[in-house]
């Protein structure tokens, strides 16, 4: 059973907002991810991170930020919400080895007004 | 350029039949195979994950296969559910960066009916 929250599950928001999206892991799993997914589409890396104080972004450009200055908590944070950022925000750990399975948060479904 | 492509796109069995969803990919190099269950609004679940050395993985009513040669794989669904109303996904990993990056399909929409 994953161990993996995020909140919260659902944001409406008005544009220029600026929002957190919350997501911790209890699992001590070193490797974290935020993944962005439209209706029907594949899911996209937007940012990730190997530990704490260590972050990149993903293949997928992204006006969002992320923090890891703890192993369990990676937020993503939007400093002005934009209609285009509206989408399911999906937050995924793993541990360590190459082929370690993919955990992933409930996401949260955001809607920039 | 890698690449994952499912199919169908979408699909509806009724419950008790069984059905296989397909998967290819173009991903190199391959490092493995993965399947996920997404239901609608939530996160993608893990059902099986299978190396290059590995050709067939079982996690109950789900059964996963790989040719890593012709590069498909499929998943095979033996007497289907109500709760397996769901977006199933194949994800391939390469082993071509420290990342162990990982190329997801758009996934086969599974409606089971009464």
């Known amino acids: 059973e994953a161990d993996i929250y995020q909140t919260p599950r659902y944001l409406v928001i008005g544009t220029g907002k600026k929002i957190t999206l919350e997501c911790s892991q209890t699992?001590?799993?070193?490797?974290m991810y935020w993944y962005q997914q439209d209706p029907g589409m594949e899911l996209h890396l937007i940012h990730y991170?190997?530990?704490?104080?260590?972050?990149e972004k993903g293949d997928l450009s992204s006006e969002s930020t992320v923090s890891r200055i703890r192993t369990e908590h990676f937020p993503l944070t939007l400093e002005s919400a934009r209609p285009s950022h509206t989408s399911q925000y999906l937050c995924?750990?793993?541990?360590?080895?190459?082929?370690?399975?993919?955990?992933f948060g409930s996401g949260t479904q955001l809607s920039v007004l | 350029k890698n690449q994952v492509e499912q199919s169908p796109q979408s699909l509806i069995i009724l419950e008790g039949k069984n059905c296989t969803l397909q998967?290819?990919?173009?991903?190199?190099?391959?490092?493995?195979l993965r399947w996920y269950k997404q239901d609608t609004g939530r996160g993608p679940v893990s059902l099986t994950i299978m190396t290059f050395s590995e050709n067939t993985k079982s996690n109950g009513r789900y059964t996963a296969t790989l040719d890593a040669d012709t590069k498909q794989s499929s998943l095979h669904i033996t007497a289907s559910q109500l709760s397996d109303s769901a977006s199933y996904i194949c994800v391939v990993g390469d082993r071509g960066s420290t990342l162990g990056r990982l190329y997801f399909g758009r996934g086969t929409q599974l409606t089971v009916w009464p």
């Open positions: 998967c290819n990919y173009t991903v190199s190099p391959f490092s493995n």
């Open positions: 699992m001590g799993h070193d490797k």
């Open positions: 995924a750990s793993s541990g360590k080895g190459g082929n370690e399975k993919l955990f």
């Open positions: 991170s190997y530990g704490v104080n260590s972050t």
